[in-house]
């Protein structure tokens, strides 16, 4: 069905379902396009489909034997969720990467046929960037991304005074940083922190297989006070960028300001590293994340979800600030660690 599909000024282009033997292609694609991100590479699609049993229909468009943009979906068949094909589900970011707007013509296009084909309710591109289409939109989320210098002091100066006075009471506290954090010392703490916000927690296997993976690209940090972790942080590297992912804090931490002394603890270690670009990740605006960012001294950027809605009838709402969830979420913050950890990976598998 996609192979035929070519339009106006994308003539001779098609859209085809990318076999594993094309993932090369397909990277060098997403390293070489300035719009895509981490997680347009293709090892997505090996984490997902492993992790949790998720089908990827991963599509490109390719003219004259070269690939002219790229577009990875998942589709996720879930009871308590419904049925979905996103790009990319577990992503803050996602959608088209296309040379031409001809090409992402044609791929959203392609998109919007499997769609129905796979009779899913609704279609979602989660773009970091505003795309031309007539599509319906949400302004759910924002993100945040500063540049940094090649130098600490500059960095820690560009932090506003409340929040280097956060730094500071980590520092003062004690609090050491290993950017060599085990697996399981992550997944301790941050199955704690995701309970205590009333959020299902993802399975241990998850973490592992991302590790395994991108282990050109992932580094775990743990924050510990003496001998006991209380922070911890999955990071993910991108040509000069870095996106601190899947953190959290115990409440041991909290007091002691353990995320705070985290982050910049990454900061520091990006800059040895030499990357240039501080990508905090997304928030829904105005909740405690977006405020913690903000206070960072990092600025909103909305992102642009669309949506095609093949058997839907309105946008979707899966997030935690849909009061249907209200009930839900507060009961999730008193189970006890072990039950959240045996529950909560079977729930947040499809959340996406």
């Not at 992550?186 to 704690?192: K, N, P």
């Amino acid at each position: 069905m996609l192979n035929g599909l070519s339009t106006g000024s994308s003539k001779g282009c098609l859209v085809k379902r990318l076999e594993s033997a094309d993932a090369g292609r397909w990277d060098a694609f997403a390293l070489s396009s300035p719009q895509a991100t981490f997680f347009h590479r293709f090892g997505w699609s090996r984490v997902i489909q492993r992790a949790f049993g998720h089908r990827c229909h991963y599509l490109y468009a390719e003219n004259a034997g070269k690939f002219a943009g790229i577009l990875p979906l998942v589709e996720i068949k879930s009871r308590l969720f419904g049925h979905s094909l996103i790009s990319t589900p577990f992503c803050v970011y996602g959608g088209v990467v296309a040379e031409h707007e001809s090409v992402a013509a044609l791929l959203r296009q392609a998109a919007s046929s499997l769609a129905e084909e796979l009779a899913v309710d609704y279609l979602e591109l989660r773009n970091r960037k505003s795309a031309a289409s007539s599509w319906p939109t949400k302004d759910l989320y924002v993100t945040f991304r500063k540049t940094i210098h090649l130098d600490h002091d500059a960095n820690f100066k560009d932090i506003p005074r409340k929040q280097r006075a956060m730094v500071r009471k980590g520092i003062e506290a004690g609090l050491e940083a290993d950017a060599d954090g085990e697996l399981g010392q992550f997944y301790g703490v941050y199955a704690e922190s995701v309970r205590n916000l009333g959020t299902p927690v993802f399975a241990k296997k998850y973490f592992a297989l991302l590790q395994e993976e991108f282990s050109d690209a992932c580094e775990i940090t743990v924050v510990a006070h003496g001998v006991k972790p209380v922070a911890a942080v999955m990071s993910f590297y991108f040509r000069d960028e870095v996106l601190p992912y899947y953190g959290g804090s115990t409440a041991a931490g909290r007091d002691m300001k353990a995320n705070d002394f985290m982050y910049w603890a990454v900061m520091q270690r990006a800059v040895e590293r030499g990357v240039r670009l501080f990508d905090y990740g997304r928030s829904k605006r105005d909740t405690g994340s977006y405020h913690f960012k903000k206070h960072w001294g990092f600025e909103p950027e909305p992102l642009h979800y669309e949506y095609y809605l093949a058997r839907a009838k309105t946008l979707p709402d899966v997030s935690p600030v849909n009061p249907k969830y209200r009930f839900f979420i507060k009961a999730w913050q008193h189970l006890p660690l072990p039950v959240s950890r045996t529950i909560g990976p079977w729930i947040a598998r499809g959340l996406g």
